[in-house]
């Protein structure tokens, strides 16, 4: 069994206070779409609730990016383009076929490398793509009283809010994947304890496994 210290404490907060802020999102989002009533949220606090969250959310993700770009978290989002696309086909064909049916998984977690290339990817298109798209079309919703009356020929706000409805669509969707992913681990725990204590445990892979991962 081997032991590494992956998650800073910085990155641990960040994460599990973004985890909470898209909740509450999610929440007013659904309880301003529907426009209250039952279990939601009245309207008119969805909407001081939820764009309170929404700045922190947009402060937090600041945060997020200065921090990889200041630590050395930031290296395991670097995609390394030798292999790239046999290590993509081996990883998918895993997650696709081969965790059913109780193979090796392909990929070890080292010092070097937390994230296997399928999650890189993943991780990249959230974080770098569409998180900073849901900021940018909510910030654009916020202050919708200085936007255009049409963009591209159509009612500006239209457009904004149907951008900002997709890309959390597309979020909650990634968010229920993440969930599941969580439980691949060597246990169904093993990822969820190492983004609350911090270390990430697993096995020694052997050393057929290890060259297979590095190919």
Known sequence: MSALYLYPRWLRAWHWINA???????????SMHFSG?????PFDLA??????????????????????LSTENGRHYRVRV????????VQAR???????????????VSAEMKLNTLQQLSYLGVMYALMPLLILSGWA??????LPETLLGLPSVWLVAMAHLTLAYLLVLFLLVHMY?????????????????????EDEPSSGQTEEAKS
């Open 37 to 41: 009533g039952g279990w939601l949220m």
């Open 20 to 30: 909470l802020l898209f909740l509450v999102l999610m929440y007013t989002g659904a």
């Open 82 to 89: 030798s292999g790239f696309f046999g290590r993509l086909f």
């Open 47 to 68: 909407v001081t609730v939820h764009n309170t969250a929404g700045i922190l959310l947009t402060l937090g993700w600041i945060g997020f990016v200065i921090g990889n």
């Open 181 to 201: 992913i969580i439980t691949t681990g060597e246990t169904v725990t093993t990822n969820l304890r190492a983004m609350i204590t911090g270390w990430h445990r």
């Open 141 to 146: 919703f916020l202050f919708s009283v200085s």
């Open 94 to 108: 895993y997650y696709g076929y081969g965790i059913f049916h109780n193979a090796p998984h392909p990929f070890h």
